[in-house]
């Protein structure tokens, strides 16, 4: 077995840089990682092997930046461009909504599409919990398909329907139906899809799998169905109005009744097929054919999905109904079973990966049992919360995130689908856990025994040792024995 150079820690005297109870050590310098393997741990193993090096002082804050050839390149000038765009984009599509629907019609249908976007943000939150992605990729793939995908997809399916009713002659009956069956759905799964594809273009790091595709198309859709909801609702609205109105609103209910209580998840569903064809790709090799296949394979399907559901309408309230219950409610519990499974599959990634780091002297053995857990994520938080307040309940979450990053990072080099950057970007990581380690560490590990407590050797009946009364294990937590390496000691 391979034989590992002491690791110095924040509980470790020998250590060059002790950590006190408020402040960090700084972690040695260490060559590039050579990657090779380890025996004797049910098979073989690549453990990154580090050397010592002469001791030198790391910058506190230590952020990876890649390098910007081209002013157009600007990470400044691309937000601002994308903000400026979203923001047109949504006053104009405001415009076109007011328009149709008028003021009053416009505020009744966002007071009734609003109702479903909470419990559809929260769903896709709960499925990221595992590694969330930063909060401003959330709100721009939301932007995105409330304000850039609607609009386009506006004027597009305008246009669609126009080109069919003139160049095919068709009935307006006729057209609309073609159009909803036929353009619609090529054009809203294309702009929707957009969002994902420029996410997973220009935020890689952030993209690893299935569960990142189908977070980032869900959201997107999401905000997609809120505004085209706002749309047919106002339009129920004003509808009832010119007709005269009854005591029930019998289009508006209607409306609501189909779009928001029986098909929120609409629009999420069929784009979220092509968030899984880009999360298959992200979990692809290099030069692998379905890593160029599987986009498009998503996308497909997802027009095809979307094409059934819009095409369902004609058939009349039977065939609706039909449709709804024998397609839409099997690919609904198909996909929810998938997305639960990927999330369980990004935590035994966590547990397979982490331990070879443990080996290695980064990480306690215990902490991969931790972080592939998510109760036993939550119990070290609200132990750091009740010991030391929110600051340090930040840490531990901010130590979380970057383990699991972390774990994702070697997966990827494992399956063949390392990044260029892999030993620049696993430094940064490194660093960063070191920097946290003496706040995180100890409550990680009382997390552990709390899910798993450990067992007691079992001795012979002649031979069990005499048990003595003051005996007691160890506790890592804020009330266990005097340790000034324990920040959470008091």
């Known amino acids: 077995m391979s034989s590992y150079p002491h690791t110095p820690g924040p509980s470790d005297p020998s250590s060059p840089h002790p950590a006190g109870p408020n402040e960090y050590s700084t972690p040695p310098a260490w060559t590039a990682p050579v990657h090779g393997p380890v025996h004797g741990l049910g098979g073989s193993h690549p453990v990154p092997h580090y050397h010592h090096q002469p001791q030198f002082k790391l910058p506190n804050r230590w952020r990876y930046k890649p390098h910007r050839a081209t002013f157009w390149e600007s990470k400044a000038l691309r937000a601002g461009a994308l903000i400026t765009f979203l923001t047109l984009s949504g006053l104009a599509i405001l415009a076109i909504v007011r328009q149709q629907t008028g003021t009053e019609g416009f505020l009744v249908g966002l007071a009734l599409a609003v109702l479903p976007v909470p419990l559809l943000i929260c769903t896709f939150l709960w499925i990221d919990r595992v590694e969330p992605h930063p909060w401003r990729q959330l709100a721009f793939a939301f932007s995105w398909g409330a304000c850039a995908a609607t609009l386009i997809a506006i004027l597009a399916n305008s246009f669609a329907t126009h080109i069919l009713a003139t160049t095919f002659t068709a009935t307006p009956s006729q057209a609309n139906s073609w159009g909803a069956t036929f353009a619609a759905p090529l054009v809203e799964e294309t702009c929707k899809g957009a969002a994902v594809l420029l996410l997973f273009l220009f935020r890689r790091r952030d993209f690893e799998g299935i569960v990142d595709g189908v977070v980032t198309a869900g959201i997107t859709a999401t905000g997609f169905a809120f505004t085209e909801n706002i749309l047919y609702l106002g339009s129920a609205f004003g509808t009832d109005q010119h007709l005269g109105g009854s005591s029930f609103h019998a289009a508006t209910l209607t409306t609501f009744f189909i779009r928001v209580i029986m098909s929120p998840f609409a629009h999420p569903i069929f784009t979220s097929m092509t968030g899984i064809g880009f999360g298959i790709s992200a979990m692809s090799r290099r030069g692998q054919l379905r890593r160029w296949l599987a986009p498009l394979g998503g996308w497909a399907l997802a027009m095809t999905m979307h094409g059934i559901w819009n095409g369902s309408a004609s058939f009349g309230p039977l065939g609706f109904f039909a449709v709804y219950v024998a397609f839409m409610c099997p690919v609904f519990g198909l996909l929810t079973w998938l997305a639960i499974w990927s999330r369980s599959n990004e935590l035994k990634t966590i547990r ?114 005499p048990q003595s009364s003051q005996q007691q294990q160890p506790s890592y937590g804020p009330h266990g024995p005097h340790n000034p390496h324990n920040p959470y000691h008091r």
Do not use: C
């Open 352 to 465: 397979v990966q982490l331990p070879i780091y443990a080996m290695a002297g980064w990480l306690n053995p215990l902490e991969p049992l931790a972080l592939s857990s998510m109760r036993a994520r939550k119990i070290a938080r609200d132990i750091a919360r009740r010991a030391r307040g929110d600051a340090d309940a930040r840490t531990v979450r901010e130590y979380q995130a970057f383990a699991t990053s972390l774990a994702f990072l070697r997966a990827r080099a494992a399956r063949g689908a390392a990044d260029p950057d892999f030993t620049i970007r696993e430094q940064e990581l490194l660093h960063h856990l070191w920097h946290r380690k003496a706040l995180a560490q100890p409550v990680l590990v009382q997390a552990a025994s709390a899910i798993r407590p450990p067992t007691p050797p079992q001795w012979p009946g002649p031979y069990a040792p």
